[in-house]
């Protein structure tokens, strides 16, 4: 399997079980593995592979419309929404939300699915 990966990307999104969380939009950093079929003969050509910029596009863009409870159930959107791409074997999807509880530097949650 090849593997595209997305780190550290910032997705705004309404998220959290507590009321003021309710309130606005809060920053994910969400970190993204995509496995896609080994080819050794992609032949330079981004036609060849799947474009990480298109993934960064269609969950930024789908995220940001939602609104979710649990880290873990924007893994999991999140996961199926790579996962129905074509080309897209498994998916590893880590989602972090910094800052949230005094005194740790992140919290979050990680899934992998396949296809
Ligand atoms: N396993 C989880 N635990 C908690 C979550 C979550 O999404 N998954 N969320 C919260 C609150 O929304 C948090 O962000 C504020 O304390 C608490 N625990």
Do not use: C
């Amino acid at each position: 399997m090849d593997i595209i990966f997305l780190n550290g990307m910032g997705v705004e999104t309404l998220v959290g079980v507590f009321e003021w969380e309710r309130q606005k939009k809060q920053k994910l950093m969400l970190d993204v593995t995509v496995g896609m079929a080994s080819n050794e003969n992609r032949q330079d050509d981004l036609g060849n592979t799947i474009s990480y910029a298109d993934i960064a596009h269609l969950v930024r863009d789908d995220l940001q419309g939602q609104q979710f409870q649990l880290l873990e159930t924007v893994a999991e959107h999140t996961a199926q929404l790579i996962l129905a791409q074509t080309g897209v074997l498994e998916v590893t999807v880590k989602v972090v939300k910094p800052g949230i509880l005094s005194g740790i530097k992140e919290v979050g949650i990680q899934i992998t699915r396949q296809k």
